[in-house]
């Protein structure tokens, strides 16, 4: 039974690092509101926060002499050194990067950027992230198998589609953001896929 947690409210009674929620003591408390369903709890809303090793999908927002300003859907801007890049972007440019480190004032620093190109950037709200990449990326997998296509998933809620069918992997991708708190998602949006995947054939 699926059940709404407000920020404050204990979400599980041991510690856990969780989206949307914080450890305090040996508990996990809610910081967001979020949808609490047996032992997973999905938040709602969010913004991005920048975490270290997470891989993001950023848009060249300045450029500099030392390196670039990447807008990374959030409240935080990464900065890219050129001592860690061998290309050269330009402003509006699409790159993938991982972040190195993240400051005291919560700005993250970048490295490993590679530009996507030939295809299409959309966005969702990032707390939903988890769900759209699914258990060992097997939610990502059917996207790409019955879409035909490849997805390059930032934790920062940005998502890159190239090749194949776009539309239908967008529409499978707003699907789950819509219906992330539900239980047996994987099951409908399979279900989804397949009947879409069908119609085209025809």
Same mark, same amino acid.
């Given at each position: 039974?699926?059940?709404?947690?407000? &920020?404050?409210?204990?979400?599980?009674?041991? &510690?856990?690092?969780?989206?949307?929620?914080?450890?305090?003591?040996?508990?996990?408390?809610?910081?967001?509101?979020? *949808?609490?369903?047996?032992?997973?709890? *999905?938040?709602?809303?969010?913004?991005?926060? &920048?975490? #270290?090793?997470?891989? *993001?999908?950023? #848009?060249?927002?300045? !450029?500099?002499?030392?390196?670039?300003?990447?807008?990374?859907?959030?409240?935080?801007?990464? !900065?890219?050194?050129?001592?860690?890049?061998?290309?050269?972007?330009?402003?509006?440019?699409?790159?993938?990067?991982?972040?190195?480190?993240?400051?005291?004032?919560?700005?993250?620093?970048?490295?490993? &950027?590679?530009?996507?190109?030939?295809?299409?950037?959309?966005? #969702?709200?990032?707390?939903?992230?988890?769900?759209?990449?699914?258990?060992?990326?097997?939610?990502?997998?059917?996207?790409?198998?019955?879409?035909?296509?490849?997805?390059?998933?930032?934790?920062?809620?940005? #998502?890159?589609?190239?090749?194949?069918?776009?539309?239908?992997?967008?529409?499978?991708?707003?699907?789950?953001?819509?219906?992330?708190?539900?239980?047996?998602?994987?099951?409908? *949006?399979?279900?989804?896929?397949?009947?879409?995947? !069908?119609?085209?054939?025809?």
């Amino acid at each position: 039974m699926a059940e709404i947690s407000v &920020p404050g409210d204990v979400l599980f009674e041991d &510690p856990r690092r969780i989206d949307g929620g914080y450890v305090l003591g040996n508990k996990t408390i809610a910081s967001v509101i979020c *949808v609490k369903s047996e032992d997973r709890a *999905v938040p709602l809303k969010g913004k991005y926060l &920048p975490i #270290i090793d997470d891989y *993001v999908v950023g #848009i060249v927002s300045d !450029q500099r002499f030392s390196g670039y300003t990447i807008d990374l859907n959030s409240p935080y801007a990464g !900065q890219l050194s050129t001592r860690e890049s061998r290309e050269s972007f330009k402003i509006g440019d699409v790159v993938s990067c991982l972040i190195q480190e993240v400051d005291e004032v919560n700005e993250p620093m970048l490295i490993e &950027p590679r530009k996507l190109y030939g295809g299409r950037l959309m966005e #969702i709200e990032s707390v939903k992230v988890p769900r759209v990449i699914g258990r060992n990326s097997s939610m990502v997998s059917m996207i790409e198998k019955y879409a035909n296509t490849k997805l390059f998933v930032g934790k920062n809620g940005r #998502i890159y589609i190239r090749e194949g069918n776009v539309a239908l992997a967008m529409e499978a991708i707003l699907k789950i953001q819509r219906e992330a708190h539900t239980g047996g998602l994987t099951d409908r *949006v399979q279900a989804f896929l397949e009947s879409e995947a !069908q119609k085209i054939k025809e």
